[in-house]
């Protein structure tokens, strides 16, 4: 069965460095999401792609956050400067209409990012 | 997009039916209901989407009343596999599938 690729899955970093994960969603997947997650908290959106296009980074920190994906399949989500408040589990999804028109995120299994 | 308020945890024994409630009183004509399970340090997986009226999987049954400012996610038969955070989401799933994550319910089965 397909499934949604996320890299790392840990990542430990310290306060103001530069952090990077990557995303491959399922083949022919157009939609592609990041989300943050934090302990106990349900998921947050933080930048949402239909193909190359951004159509929703309304809770993107943009000023140390960015996202980019640029050919419409693979994508990297990128943090400049990291913060302790960062700490999370960084999820990816993907999703397509379904043949019984049913719109599914499949989700990747996270990066688990930790700020010292 | 709609607001969704549900229960914090609840509580359950193996082999009961569990039915866990969502309220979405903004709900939109093109918003559609979705719920998801999620076990700790893993992404959420859906389990069932539905317009209105009822909607059945192979896992869950997905009750919409008329006036679809609420719903209800119907597990049968729950197990101690079944102990997870599960999330209502209303969204326009013909707006790029826009849905927005909750606080969710802890669901705790016990033996």
């Known amino acids: 069965e397909a499934e949604v690729a996320q890299s790392p899955r840990y990542k430990i970093t310290e306060k103001s460095q530069a952090v990077a994960f990557w995303c491959d969603p399922i083949?022919?997947?157009?939609?592609l999401y990041w989300y943050r997650q934090i302990l106990g908290q349900g998921p947050e959106l933080l930048v949402q792609?239909?193909?190359?296009?951004?159509?929703?980074d309304s809770q993107l920190p943009k000023d140390r956050f960015s996202a980019e994906r640029l050919k419409g399949v693979d994508s990297t989500l990128k943090i400049q400067p990291a913060e302790l408040g960062d700490s999370a589990m960084y999820l990816c999804?993907?999703?397509?209409?379904?043949?019984?028109?049913?719109?599914?995120?499949?989700f990747g299994p996270g990066t688990r990012l930790t700020v010292t | 997009l709609a607001k969704t308020t549900q229960p914090i945890s609840m509580d359950s024994y193996e082999g009961q039916e569990v039915n866990i409630t969502c309220s979405h009183n903004?709900?939109?004509?093109?918003?559609?209901i979705t719920w998801y399970q999620q076990f700790p340090s893993q992404g959420p997986r859906f389990i069932i989407q539905?317009?209105?009226t009822k909607v059945t999987n192979e896992v869950a049954s997905l009750f919409i009343p008329a006036d679809r400012k609420s719903s209800t996610l119907s597990l049968p038969r729950v197990s101690l596999s079944d102990t997870a955070v599960y999330y209502c989401?209303?969204?326009?799933?013909?707006?790029?599938?826009?849905?927005?994550f909750g606080s969710g319910t802890k669901l705790n089965v016990k033996p």
């Open positions: 903004n709900i939109a004509t093109n918003d559609y």
């Open positions: 989401l209303v969204g326009d799933a013909d707006n790029f599938n826009k849905f927005y």
């Open positions: 792609f239909q193909d190359e296009s951004v159509v929703d």
């Open positions: 539905g317009y209105k």
């Open positions: 999804a993907s999703s397509q209409m379904g043949l019984d028109s049913t719109y599914e995120q499949y």
């Open positions: 083949s022919g997947h157009a939609t």
